[in-house]
């Protein structure tokens, strides 16, 4: 019997991010992807062109298209685009009750922004709380502590702030964008800290 993962994020026709992105992991790791689409980007490994959203009440359709058919044991967010969005996203899951890993998507790697600007709080109040796990970048971290961070220890307060603060139960801060020949990401679970590092890769 399949286990049933449902990715709730943007379409990047560059195939290198969003549901593309996810429907590939979940297959790596052996399960079942389904997918609820909110937004449509036309981008390529430099850009955003153009992206435009869809309508909420479609998004929470599809989230429950799958459920009422297959269950859903495991779900994922990315680009959520808007605040109403979200909020349908939050207010499904908080009714269907499956474990939701958020990726707080905010800005594409070429600087274009993927969620509107009144979107933020309405991320942090609605959906952080009803997440298992949330997964940060540096820049994302910063956007939802107010803190600045520049190196772990920075990383560590963030993501034990964003615990206490939200109430999500893993908070791991992604160390990508931060310096050294080693990306470290850190991960707060149940009062404590864990490192998992890798080498650093250059890319353009």
């Avoid at 153009?50 to 429950?64: D, G, K, N, T």
């Avoid at 920075?154 to 702030?161: M, V």
Wanted: charged share 25%; aromatic share 6%; hydrophobic share 40%.
């Amino acid at each position: 019997m399949w286990r049933v993962a449902i990715t709730i994020a943007g379409l990047d026709s560059g195939g290198g991010a969003g549901i593309h992105a996810d429907i590939k992991t979940f297959a790596a790791m052996g399960v079942h992807g389904t997918t609820a689409l909110t937004c449509v980007t036309a981008q390529n490994t430099y850009e955003v062109r153009e992206a435009q959203c869809l309508a909420p009440s479609l998004v929470r359709s599809q989230i429950m298209a799958v459920w009422d058919d297959m269950g859903i044991d495991a779900g994922k967010t990315g680009m959520l685009g808007t605040k109403e969005i979200i909020e349908e996203v939050a207010s499904a899951v908080s009714k269907l009750g499956f474990p939701l890993v958020v990726d707080p998507v905010m800005v594409a790697k070429s600087g274009a922004p993927l969620i509107s600007g009144d979107a933020v709080d309405v991320l942090r109040r609605r959906l952080l709380p009803v997440a298992k796990v949330v997964t940060p970048n540096r820049p994302e971290a910063e956007r939802l502590t107010g803190m600045k961070i520049t190196s772990e220890k920075d990383a560590e307060r963030a993501a034990e702030y964003i615990h206490k603060e939200y109430g999500t139960e893993v908070v791991v801060v992604k160390g990508g964008h931060l310096e050294g020949a080693e990306a470290v990401d850190v991960v707060y679970y149940k009062g404590s800290f864990h490192k998992f590092s890798t080498p650093r890769l250059e890319s353009r």
